[in-house]
T-cell receptor, first 113, second 115 residues
């Protein structure tokens, strides 16, 4: 079963615009991670935010976390055609010994040149 | 070290046949995970190894599925008597225990098509 749900399911924007994706999850977490997946490929780790953090930046990425609402958002600024991919949030459950990640359903981002 | 390697990249098999996939994790990573991903969905957890010990299996992993990680290095995932519903991308990932803040490194996956 999947822990998270992402919104929107699909997003189409023009190059240079910002893209925002949201993730909701169900249980307490140790951390939340965002991954990117190009079509037919494996996933690439983008950024991790711990449960005691509220915001984190990495290059053009900005992630927020609201543990009271069990939600997170990923903002990609100044998007490029190369950002076209599926984006998944994944949660590492609090107290889990395996640090098994549970993935959301993903947002398909299309950046038009 | 070139990351996590999975072989084969693609496998087409007839229903009822057995298939085996291989995953070579990053050499210093002691944790290895198998996930299954169907079209339009996120990856679903199948099983997890720490070194050679299989510590958790999902209910998705029916008795037709078996995974091994001999000597705590590479891992194999075998599916016996394949069914059309087994068609999916099978993803392997690895991580290092104690480095919980660093995420997983995924392989490129093995795409299985059962005809």
């Amino acid at each position: 079963s999947q822990q998270g749900e992402e919104d929107p399911q699909a997003l189409s924007i023009q190059e240079g615009e910002n893209a925002t994706m949201n993730c909701s999850y169900k249980t307490s977490i140790n951390n939340l991670q965002w991954y990117r997946q190009n079509s037919g490929r494996g996933l690439v780790h983008l950024i991790l935010i711990r449960s005691n953090e509220r915001e984190k930046h990495s290059g053009r990425l900005r992630v927020t976390l609201d543990t009271s609402k069990k939600s997170s958002s990923l903002l990609i600024t100044a998007s490029r055609a190369a950002d076209t991919a599926s984006y998944f949030c994944a949660t590492d459950a609090d107290g889990g010994a395996t640090n098994k990640l549970i993935f959301g359903t993903g947002t398909l981002l299309a950046v038009q040149p | 070290d070139t990351g996590v390697s999975q072989n084969p990249r693609h496998k087409i098999t007839k229903r009822g046949q057995n298939v085996t996939f291989r995953c070579d994790p990053i050499s210093e990573h002691n944790r290895l995970y198998w996930y299954r991903q169907t079209l339009g969905q996120g990856p679903e957890f199948l099983t997890y190894f720490q070194n050679e010990a299989q510590l958790e299996k999902s209910r998705l992993l029916s008795d037709r599925f078996s995974a091994e990680r001999p000597k705590g290095s590479f891992s194999t995932l075998e599916i016996q008597r394949t069914e059309q519903g087994d068609s999916a991308m099978y993803l392997c990932a690895s991580s290092l225990a104690g480095r919980r803040g660093y995420g997983y490194t995924f392989g490129s996956g093995t795409r299985l098509t059962v005809v």
